[in-house]
């Protein structure tokens, strides 16, 4: 069984940035894909951004796409979200997920492990 565990949500005015870290549990010695999904307020949840277990492959929804960098470090088992020029409209509990093996998706529907979420308040 494989935890997780999202940090670094927080209040932070609109402009600014936040960084976000989940840390995989032992047990994961396989490879594995992350992602991160959010889900605002009245509001079904959403693809944020995917990595590759080497780290060469990143994707990002259009709306966060040059804003936030999705980046991983095996070594500690951790994947981070750093997140700039934020807006109200990001707003949201974030997770982070896992999928075991080399093929990145977007899909939650494919994911095998999810964190509790961490909540990113973006004021005006």
């Known amino acids: 069984q494989v935890q997780l565990v999202e940090s670094g949500g927080g209040l932070v005015q609109a402009g600014n940035s936040l960084r976000l870290s989940c840390t995989a549990s032992?047990?994961?010695?396989?490879?594995?894909?992350m992602a991160w999904f959010r889900q605002a307020p009245g509001k079904e949840r959403e693809f944020v951004a995917t990595i590759s277990w080497s780290g060469g492959t990143t994707r990002y929804a259009d709306s966060v796409e040059g804003r936030f960098t999705i980046s991983r470090d095996n070594a500690k088992n951790t994947m981070y979200l750093q997140m700039n020029s934020l807006k109200p409209e990001d707003t949201a509990v974030y997770y982070c997920?896992?999928?075991?093996?080399?093929?990145?998706?977007?899909?939650?529907?494919?994911?095998?492990?999810w964190g509790k979420g961490t909540l990113v308040t973006v004021s005006s």
């Open positions: 032992a047990g994961t010695f396989r490879s594995y894909t």
């Open positions: 997920a896992l999928k075991w093996g080399q093929v990145i998706s977007r899909n939650e529907d494919g994911m095998n492990y």
